[in-house]
Nanobody
Framework: QVQLVESGGGLVQAGGSLRLSCVAS????????MGWYRQAPGNQRELVAT???????NNADSVKGRFTISRDSAKNTVYLQMNSLKPEDTAVYYC??????????????WGQGTQVTVSS
């Protein structure tokens, strides 16, 4: 079994900052890519940013220059530093990871989500 646990969400005013964290634990051999997705009410879940084990980063155009994804592989943790937040960033943010488990399964796992609300 694998668990992803997010933290760091909350309420912030427009222009403010938040830092999200996600820790993966369980029967893990290797974590390939980790990332963040978000889903606002009435919208589909969308990519925010991903980072591979080799450090290759993919960002959504809507967050470039404002959000920074990073990873501590030794801690099985991925971070999302969010600066210059806008009301349209309001959403539930989900952690995502592609993991090879000790059972030999190569699967994608999701966290439970953390709410980010940006007030205008």
């Amino acid at each position: 079994q694998v668990q992803l646990v997010e933290s760091g969400g909350g309420l912030v005013q427009a222009g403010g900052s938040l830092r999200l964290s996600c820790v993966a634990s369980g029967s893990i051999i290797t974590i390939y890519a980790m990332g963040w997705y978000r889903q606002a009410p009435g919208n589909q879940r969308e990519l925010v940013a991903t980072i591979t084990g080799g450090g290759w980063i993919n960002n959504a155009d809507s967050v470039k220059g404002r959000f920074t994804i990073s990873r501590d592989s030794a801690k099985n943790t991925v971070y999302l530093q969010m600066n210059s937040l806008k009301p349209e960033d309001t959403a539930v943010y989900y952690c995502n990871a592609r993991i090879l488990t000790t059972y030999g399964y190569n699967n994608t796992y999701w966290g439970q989500g953390t709410q980010v609300t940006v007030s205008s």
